[in-house]
C-alpha cells in the first residue's frame, strides 16, 4: 500500500470544497494527469458479436504500427533580450569567459560586469555545500559562513535592464506533482520564468534539478493552513496551531530538495492572517538566507508587515493569472501584468503549472518584445527594490 510520500494527492480523499476559484494542489494535479492521458483498447470479434467464426472466445485486437516520427519540440518562446548598454567614454570592455566586463578609467579602473542572459545556461549544481546542514529532515538550507545566502547563490543571473524599461516576472507553480508536465512547463517556457516545486512527488528533487539545469531558478512552494480545513492539500502543512510543530513542518519541506532561492506559500489563509503564526514562520525562512514571497491569494495576510519588520527579502504577487481557467480570461491577465508593469517598472505574475495555462504564457512571450516589456526571473524584482 503506498504511503503518504508515494500516494499522489488527494487520492482516498473526498473532493474537498473549493473556495473563491482555487484548487488544492492534489486537485491541480489530478487535472494535469486527465490533460495528458489518451489512448484506448477495442474489442472486436469477427462476427460483430465478440466471436471468431468458429464459436471461439471473444479476442481483443489493437492495431500494431510503426510509430510516427517523434514530433519537434515545440520552440522556446523567444523574449526581449536587452541589449548591453554602450560603454562610457575612454572605457575599456573585455568579454571573459562570456560575460561583458566594462572598466572605467582602463584595466585598473572600477569594473562593471554584465551576466549575460542565455536561455539554455544551466544554474550551478546545487546543494553548494557552503549552504546546507544536516537534520532529521534531510539537509536545510543555511547561510554561509563567508556570508553567502541561498537567497544569492541560488537565484538566477540576469542581464542588466536599462533604466526605465518596464520588467515582468512570471511564477509557475504546482511543480513536481505531474512529471509530465513539469517537464513540459520546463522545456516549454522560457528560463526566465521562476518555477515553483510542491515538496510532495517521489521525483521532486530531480524535476528540481532539470529545472536548474534548464537555467530556470526554483522557489519552494510550502502548503499553509488555510482557513477551510477541507482544502487541506496534503501532509505536513504548516499550521497556525502549535509553533514547534509548525517548525518541523516548514523543516520537512525544506528537506525535500535542495537550490530554491525562496519561499512562496500555498493556500496558508488562516496562518498568514495570525500574526503570532506565521512571525516564527518568516523568521526561520530569514535566518536560513531565504526571500519570502506571498502568492496574493489571502487578502488578510500580514506576511508582508511581518517580513517588512524582520528585514526579509519580500514580495507579493501582483496578478493571479489562471484564478479563472478560460483562454481569453488568462490572456487579459497577462495584459493587466504588463500594464501595471509600464505604471509601476516591475509587476509580479503567478500561475498554476496546468499545461492549458504555460500555452497562452508561452504564446504571450514570444510576442513580448512588441510590447516593450522585459521578462526578468523573479529574484531580479527584489533587485528592483519592490519589497512590499
Known sequence: ?????????????????????RKPLWAAAALVALALAGGGVWLAGRDGQGRDGFGGEPEARAPIQPLPPAPAAPPVAQVQEQQPEAAPSGARVDIENGVRVVRGGGAAGPA??????????PLPPAPDPRL?????????????????TPAQVYARPQAAVKPGVPRIALIVGGMGLNDLATQSAISRLPAAVTLAFAPYGTRVEHLANSARDAGH????????????????????VISAGDASKAEDELHWQMGRFPGYFGVINYLGGKLASDRDAISPVISEIGKRGLAYIDDGSAPSSVAGEVAARDGLG?????????DVRRPEAIDAALVKLET?????????????????????????????RRAGV????????F??????
Open 1 to 21: 500500500m503506498l504511503d503518504d510520500l508515494d500516494r499522489p494527492l488527494g487520492l482516498e480523499r473526498q473532493e474537498p470544497r473549493v473556495q473563491g476559484g
Open 112 to 121: 562593471i560586469i554584465h551576466v549575460p542572459d542565455t536561455a539554455a545556461s
Open 132 to 148: 546546507v546542514e544536516k537534520s532529521r529532515f534531510g539537509l536545510l538550507p543555511k547561510r554561509g559562513k563567508d556570508g553567502a
Open 217 to 236: 531558478e526554483i522557489l519552494l512552494q510550502a502548503p499553509m493552513e488555510p482557513f477551510d480545513s477541507a482544502e487541506s492539500p496534503g501532509p505536513h
Open 314 to 322: 519580500f514580495l507579493k504577487v501582483d496578478v493571479r493569472i489562471d
Open 340 to 368: 501595471l508593469a509600464k505604471q509601476k517598472g516591475v509587476a509580479v505574475g503567478f500561475a498554476s503549472g496546468l499545461p492549458s495555462t504555460n500555452d497562452r504564457i508561452a504564446s504571450y512571450l514570444a510576442d513580448l
Open 374 to 381: 522585459v521578462l526578468v526571473p523573479v529574484s531580479a524584482a
Open 383 to 388: 533587485d528592483a527594490g519592490d519589497k512590499r
